[in-house]
């Protein structure tokens, strides 16, 4: 079974990281510095990749052994450390200008200083947070149901490799600014599915103990466990019968959010007027 969710969040994650890697290494090129700065970019890569990897297994050996209580807490926890790390991710994004131009301005510090170690920990630390990023949101999308994350998972990552060589390589023009606008506002709707999914499994741990009652029910219309019910709860957390904690906190996160994007547009068209 095919997992969007997972195909979008290794997609995006990977591009991230291929986009950082690449305005790195075309910075280098462009001030024609010696290759000791080239292999620092490319030792930081491995090694972010690898802290990723030894992430995931630590999850999948030491983290995923817990049972009953346990289980539904750490499972609510991580759903709502990974939704508040999409939020984080999207509405910063959201609010930078220029992030091709703060990495050239480090890359240009390092080389000043003569320091490759730099531009190793600045390389290390841009792909190990993406791959911090995609094991949590990887494990979160998991507890919530989503299946067929691995052929997914690495469709996403080697689509997103394409396009990444493809930007940098060729003189084609993406249009990225686009593509990040519409997969930001759909992962804000997985996030806000995760809060919800979180909220149930923090409830049924007994750790929230209000808004427990049934708003409505439309398992018979939409089942949550079969068909395109499934599909929902993967993506956006659809639960065909929810609890009156699980709507608010779902909502209230979408109002929120919604308040933050339309406040920063109204802003820069204020300031685009003036």
């Known amino acids: 079974m095919f997992s969007f969710a997972t195909f979008l969040i290794t997609f995006r994650e990977t591009l991230e990281a291929a986009l950082v890697i690449g305005i790195i290494l075309a910075y280098l090129n462009q001030i024609k510095v010696g290759p000791s700065y080239r292999k620092s970019v490319y030792w930081g890569i491995g090694g972010g990749i690898l802290f990723a990897l030894g992430l995931a297994t630590l999850f999948e050996t030491q983290l995923g052994g817990f049972e009953g209580r346990n289980e539904e807490l750490f499972e609510g926890v991580t759903m709502l450390i990974a939704a508040a790390l999409i939020t984080w991710m999207i509405v910063w994004m959201h609010r930078q200008k220029s992030i091709s131009k703060e990495l050239r301005d480090k890359v240009q510090t390092h080389v000043d200083k003569e320091r490759p170690i730099g531009i190793f920990l600045l390389t290390l630390l841009s792909v190990g947070r ?93 089942n949550e466990k079969g068909g395109f019910g499934e599909i929902l709860k993967g993506l956006f957390g659809y639960n065909g019968n929810p609890s009156l904690a699980e709507v608010v906190s779902y909502t209230s996160y979408l109002a929120l959010l919604g308040w933050v994007y339309f406040k920063k547009d109204k802003k820069r068209n204020a300031s685009l007027q003036s």
């Open 130 to 222: 993406e791959g911090i990023e995609t094991v949590l949101f990887l494990n979160a999308s998991r507890f919530a149901g989503e299946q067929g994350q691995w052929i997914s998972g690495i469709l996403g990552i080697l689509l997103a490799i394409a396009l990444g060589y493809t930007l940098f390589a060729t003189t084609k023009k993406i249009p990225l600014k686009q593509f990040f606008t519409v997969s930001g506002l759909l992962l804000l709707l997985f996030a806000a599915g995760l809060i919800a999914h979180g909220t149930h499994e923090l409830q049924e741990a007994g750790v929230l103990a209000i808004g427990t009652q049934e708003v409505w029910n439309t398992n018979g219309v939409i």
